[in-house]
Nanobody, 118 residues
């Protein structure tokens, strides 16, 4: 069973930065790593994804403020967040997909709280 362990959340003032990290518990290859977030009373939404080749996608609301990166050797993914806003406050979840399986296998971390104060 693959587990995703997140770290790096916390409280930061508006305009500040945080770096989230996520490590997969086994050396199983992940085709896609991603970060999602869920604010109180809202649906979970995409923040960013990165595939095995390093190609990235970002939510429009986060473009220019976040960078997602992965280390295939360590089976980890990081999310560098800059210029944080109060509306970025949410629980951030690490996600991983093994698309070589049919159907694809999807894994989620337990979530890490990010709170941005104004």
């Amino acid at each position: 069973q693959v587990q995703l362990v997140e770290s790096g959340g916390g409280l930061v003032q508006a305009g500040g930065s945080l770096r989230l990290s996520c490590e997969a518990s086994r050396s199983a290859f992940m085709n896609i790593f991603g970060w999602y977030r869920q604010a109180p009373g809202k649906q979970r939404e995409l923040v960013a994804t990165v595939n095995f080749a390093g190609s990235t996608k970002y939510a429009d609301s986060m473009k220019g403020r976040v960078i997602i990166s992965r280390d295939n050797a360590k089976n980890t993914v990081d999310l560098q967040m800059n210029s944080l806003k109060p509306e970025d406050t949410a629980v951030y979840y690490c996600n991983a997909v093994q698309s070589t399986f049919i159907p694809p296998r999807t894994y989620w971390g337990q979530g890490t709280q990010v709170t941005v104060s104004s």
